[in-house]
C-alpha cells in the first residue's frame, strides 16, 4: 500500500547503513541508494548525512520518519480492517507452476494452515520456454496470481510483493557423461578449468558475487552467459556443449541426460513467492495464511 521507498527509508534510518539495509531486504546496495535518493529528490531535501560510518536522519529525516512510521502503522491497520471485513467471503488464488519453478513448497505451506478464509486455490502451469522474466512478473493478478521461484532478482523486489520461504544453495548440473559426473561433491579445484554456464548478473547480488570470486581467485574458469530466465534449452546446450551450469537442487530431475552436484561454496539463493506489489485481497489472505504457518 505504501511506496517501497518509504520501506527501505525506515529500514535504512533503523539500521544506520544502506548495506546493512540491502542485506536486509535482498536488495543489491545500488538499488537502495536509487531508492533513497529518489525518495530526496521528490521530497526536495536531504533525509540523511553521510559519513564513513553509516548514515544518519538529518532533522528533516527524522520528521520523515516519525510520519513514515505513522503510515506504516495505518496501513498495517487499514489492511487489517479490510481483510477483517472479508473473512466470511469466498476467494480464489491462482498458482502459477512449472517444471523449473514448482509451486510444491507453497502448496505444502497452504496445506499445514489452519484457514479462517475460504479460499480456493488453483494450480496453473506455465511454460518456461515461452515467458520471460518482464513478462512473468507482468502476468501477476492477471494470469496468475502468484509463483514461486529463485528471488536474487532486485526487480522482482522493487516492482513486486516477495515472500520470502527459505534460501537453497547454487549447485551444478552436468552431463552425465562428464567425468566430474562421478563425484558426490565438487570444489572449486574440480572446476578449474571447466567452463561454467551462468545467468547473466545485473540485478542479481549473490550471481554477481559468484562472478567475481571467479573474477578474482579462479580465473581459469570459463563464463558462459545464458539467459537470467534459464529455460529448458539451458539445459538442452549442457547437454550439447559438455560444459557445466549454475543450478539448483529443484532442477536435480528436471533433464534425464544431466545430472546436479553440490558445490563446497558458500553460496545460498533467496528462494520465496513472487506476487503483485498490489495484491487482490484473496491474495493478502493467502500470503498472511503462508506467513502465519512459516511463524508456527
Not at 33 to 41: A, F, N, T, W, Y
Not at 165 to 186: F, G, R
Request: hydrophobic fraction near 40%; include cysteine.
Amino acid at each position: 500500500m505504501l511506496s517501497r521507498r518509504v520501506e527501505t527509508f525506515v529500514s535504512v534510518a533503523d539500521l544506520g547503513s544502506l548495506s546493512k539495509a540491502a542485506a536486509a531486504l535482498y536488495l543489491a546496495p545500488v538499488s537502495v541508494k536509487r531508492q533513497i535518493d529518489g525518495l530526496e529528490s521528490e521530497l526536495g531535501v536531504k533525509l540523511f548525512t553521510r559519513t564513513k560510518q553509516g548514515v544518519r536522519l538529518t532533522e528533516p529525516g527524522r520528521i520523515f520518519y516519525d510520519a513514515a512510521q505513522r503510515l506504516i502503522a495505518e496501513a498495517a491497520q487499514a489492511r487489517t480492517l479490510t481483510r477483517e471485513a472479508a473473512r466470511a467471503e469466498s476467494y480464489t488464488v491462482r498458482i502459477g507452476t512449472s517444471l523449473l519453478r514448482p509451486c510444491t513448497i507453497v502448496t505444502d505451506l497452504w496445506a499445514s494452515q489452519a484457514h479462517d478464509a475460504v479460499i480456493d486455490a488453483q494450480i496453473l502451469p506455465f511454460d518456461d520456454g515461452n515467458t520471460g522474466i518482464d513478462d512473468l512478473s507482468a502476468s501477476l493478478g492477471r494470469d496468475i496470481d502468484c509463483f514461486v521461484a529463485p528471488c536474487d532478482s532486485a526487480k522482482w523486489h522493487e516492482e513486486c510483493s516477495v515472500l520470502l520461504l527459505s534460501t537453497i544453495p547454487l549447485t551444478i548440473s552436468l552431463p552425465k557423461t562428464h567425468p566430474l559426473a562421478q563425484k558426490e561433491e565438487l570444489t572449486w579445484e574440480d572446476i578449474e578449468g571447466e567452463t561454467l554456464m551462468i545467468p547473466r548478473a545485473e540485478g542479481y547480488a549473490v550471481l554477481a558475487a559468484l562472478r567475481q570470486d571467479i573474477a578474482d581467485n579462479h580465473p581459469s574458469v570459463s563464463i558462459v552467459d545464458s539467459s537470467a530466465h534459464t529455460a529448458m534449452d539451458t539445459f538442452n546446450q549442457c547437454s550439447r556443449d559438455n560444459c557445466l551450469m549454475l543450478s539448483f537442487p529443484i532442477w536435480k530431475d528436471v533433464h534425464p541426460m544431466l545430472t546436479t552436484r553440490p558445490v563446497q561454496w558458500p553460496y545460498r539463493i533467496p528462494y520465496g513467492m513472487v506476487y503483485a506489489a498490489n495484491p487482490s485481497p484473496a491474495m493478502e489472505l493467502f500470503a498472511d495464511a503462508l506467513k502465519r504457518a512459516l511463524a508456527s
